[in-house]
C-alpha cells in the first residue's frame, strides 16, 4: 500500500525554521518525484517545490525562493523541506505529493500524504 506521512510542522515565529519530512512507504522513493504544496482554507492547493527522481533537479515558487530547499534521502525512503526565514504568509497546510514527473501543477500528482500544518505567528 502506497502510503506517504509528514511530520515537523508546528507554530514558529516569523524568521524561524522548520523541517518537514515526508516519509514513503508501499513503494522505492528512488524512481519517483516528490512535491511539497501548501493550501489555506478557501484557497487552491498551491505548489511550493519539487524534485526529481533522475537528476534531482529541484523548483520552487517564487514565493519561497531562498528561502525554502527541498531535498531527498533516497536511502530513508524520504524527503524533505527546510523551511528558513519564515512568514506569517507561509502558514498553510503542508502536504507531500509523489508521482513519476516533477511538477508544481497538484494535479498531476496521484500519491499524497495527510497534511501537517504549519503556523507562523508571534
Known amino acids: 500500500q502506497v502510503q506517504l506521512v509528514e511530520s515537523g510542522g508546528g507554530l514558529v515565529q516569523p524568521g524561524g525554521s522548520l523541517r518537514l519530512s515526508c516519509a514513503a512507504s508501499g513503494f522505492t522513493l528512488d524512481y519517483y518525484a516528490i512535491g511539497w504544496f501548501r493550501q489555506v482554507p478557501g484557497k487552491e492547493r498551491e505548489g511550493v517545490s519539487c524534485i526529481s527522481s533522475s537528476d534531482g533537479s529541484t523548483y520552487y515558487a517564487d514565493s519561497v525562493k531562498g528561502r525554502f530547499t527541498i531535498s531527498r534521502d533516497n536511502a530513508k525512503n524520504t524527503a524533505y523541506l527546510q523551511m528558513n526565514s519564515l512568514k506569517p504568509e507561509d502558514t498553510a497546510v503542508y502536504y507531500c505529493?509523489?508521482?513519476?514527473?516533477?511538477?508544481?501543477?497538484?494535479?498531476?500528482?496521484?500519491?499524497w500524504g495527510q497534511g501537517t500544518q504549519v503556523t507562523v505567528s508571534s
Open positions: 505529493a509523489s508521482d513519476l514527473r516533477a511538477t508544481l501543477n497538484p494535479a498531476e500528482y496521484r500519491y
